[in-house]
Structures are given as C-alpha cells and as structure tokens.
C-alpha cells in the first residue's frame, strides 16, 4: 500500500512569490494535516482537512491556504513569500475514528527555500 | 512559549543499554501523547503512544512513561540498536486545542554506537 506522497521534493522560489505544494493522503484518509519543520525547530501545526474542510488551523499567517478535493488529495498555498518560510513542509494522512486522536501517517516532506 | 519540550537535542547510547528520551509539557489540558521517530529525508513515523489515562504502555522495546503531576513523560528502549538511530519527537494532543491538532517538540537526535 502506498504512503502519503508529497510533491515536488525540493522547490525554491524567491521572496514575494507564491508556492503550491501537494499532497495524497494513504487510500481510504479523509484527513489530511500540514506541518511546518523550520531549522531546528520541531514540527509547527498548520491546518486539518477532513472530508474537504478546515477542521483545524494552527497560529500562522493567512497567507498560508490550502484546500482538500474530493480525491482528498489537497494543497499548501502561501503568499507573498518570505525568506523565514524557508522550511520543511510536510503532509500527513489519518482515518476519523471519531474517538481520541487518529495516528497521523506523514509523507516524506517538500523542502521549501526562499531566496 | 513551547508547550513540549524536549530539552536534550542528543543522546549518545552504546547499543545494547538503554535509551532513555524525556519530554515535558506544560499545558495540563493535554490528555493524549505520542512518539514519533524520524530518519533523514523521510517523514516521522508513529512509534507508541499513551493517554493520560495510564502511567505506562509497551510495545516490545519500547516503552513510554507518563507522570502527570509531574508533567513529564519518557521513552525507554531496551535495548538499544543501532537501527534505532534517528531524531525522536515527542507530541502531545488535547481536547482544548483539537485531538488531532499535534503539538511537537523540537526532538532528540539518538545516536546508538557500538
């Protein structure tokens, strides 16, 4: 079975553009996560789909969108980029039990460098 | 304010000895916490967890100990392998912020020699 998959690997734009980063969940997660590593820091909570929703969303900037479709693959988008952006974006997937909190499966990440 | 932390960015542990990884938090609202481990240019991968409901819990070499009044939790692998080298976080979740709503801390690098 397949993990989580992100794409691209590595992607490097520079300050004030825009970046896309994608995600696909394992077959059968309706939940998708999104996390910010920056160097040396652990991992940052960014948001929570579920089923195509935000369920959740941690303390960044509304620069930093995404969104999840039907497939329930979904994507990061951030604004108008800033070199601190600069980090290890990952992605990761769990069912919804509707009990305690759901074991979340990650991807491998996307290293995000802005010049 | 970093409500985990993991105050040792390393540890160094002969293989076959015990490893011992400690984490504290500070939010009493946490009921729920993990251990993830991660190797180079792969994602964490869930190890063992335990809710505030118990001290202890195992699986095979690993075991996580939570002491509540003390805030504080750790995992213990015996014995160690050198496989077992890798960056560990420690996560803690909790009704207040969302359940899967994952607070890390900054984890520690394991290095076990032979």
């Known amino acids: 079975e397949a993990g989580v998959t992100q794409s691209p690997t590595h992607l490097i734009k520079t300050r004030g553009q825009q970046a896309t980063l994608r995600c696909s969940p394992i077959?059968?997660?309706?939940?998708v996560y999104w996390y910010q590593q920056a160097l040396g820091l652990g991992l940052q909570f960014l948001l929570w789909y579920d089923e195509g929703e935000e369920r959740n969303r941690g303390n960044f900037p509304p620069r930093f969108s995404g969104r999840q479709f039907p497939n329930y693959s979904s994507e990061l988008n951030v604004n108008a980029l800033e070199l601190e952006d600069s980090a290890l974006y990952l992605c990761?997937?769990?069912?919804?039990?509707?009990?305690?909190?759901?074991?979340?499966?990650f991807g491998p990440g996307t290293r995000l460098t802005v010049l | 304010d970093q409500q985990v932390k993991q105050n040792s960015p390393s540890l160094s542990v002969q293989e076959g000895r015990i490893s011992i990884l400690n984490c504290d938090y500070t939010n009493s609202m946490f009921d729920y916490f993990l251990w993830y481990k991660k190797y180079p240019a792969e994602g964490p991968t869930f190890l063992i967890s335990i809710s505030s409901i118990k001290d202890k819990n195992e699986d095979g070499r690993f075991t996580v100990f939570l002491n509540k009044s003390a805030k504080h939790l750790s995992l213990h692998i015996v014995p160690s392998q050198p496989g077992d080298s890798a960056v560990y976080f420690c996560a803690a979740s909790g009704f207040s912020g969302g359940y899967n709503k994952l607070i890390f801390g900054a984890g520690t690098r394991l290095a076990v020699h032979p």
């Open positions: 077959s059968g997660h309706t939940s």
């Open positions: 990761a997937s769990s069912l919804i039990s509707g009990g305690h909190t759901d074991t979340q499966y």
